[in-house]
Nanobody, 115 residues
Framework: QVQLVESGGGSVQPGGSLRLSCAASGSGFSTYGMGWYRQAPGKQREVVAIITPGGSTIYADSVKGRFTISRDNARNAVNLQMNRLNVEDTAVYYC?????????WGQGTQVTVSS
């Protein structure tokens, strides 16, 4: 069982920045595939960024060049640095872990971008 707790959401003006963090339980964190997803009102959940156990990253086209995913295996944490935010980034952001064929989700954190 893996438990995930997100933090760092909030409200920001367009062009601003936020940093999301996800703390994961378990001693096998370095072997987890980790990712950030988001779900806007009335829309399906979509992938934002993924980082493999080896540190390779994949980004959605809509966030390339603006968002950066990173992991800290010593702290069992994965972060999402979000720069140049725009109103279309408004959503609930979820942390995800993939481990031994199972998928685990955090409770989500709200990010609101508005002027």
């Amino acid at each position: 069982q893996v438990q995930l707790v997100e933090s760092g959401g909030g409200s920001v003006q367009p062009g601003g920045s936020l940093r999301l963090s996800c703390a994961a339980s378990g001693s096998g964190f370095s072997t987890y595939g980790m990712g950030w997803y988001r779900q806007a009102p009335g829309k399906q959940r979509e992938v934002v960024a993924i980082i493999t156990p080896g540190g390779s990253t994949i980004y959605a086209d809509s966030v390339k060049g603006r968002f950066t995913i990173s992991r800290d295996n010593a702290r069992n944490a994965v972060n999402l640095q979000m720069n140049r935010l725009n109103v279309e980034d408004t959503a609930v952001y979820y942390c995800n872990a993939q481990w031994l064929g199972k998928s685990y989700w955090g409770q989500g954190t709200q990010v609101t971008v508005s002027s």
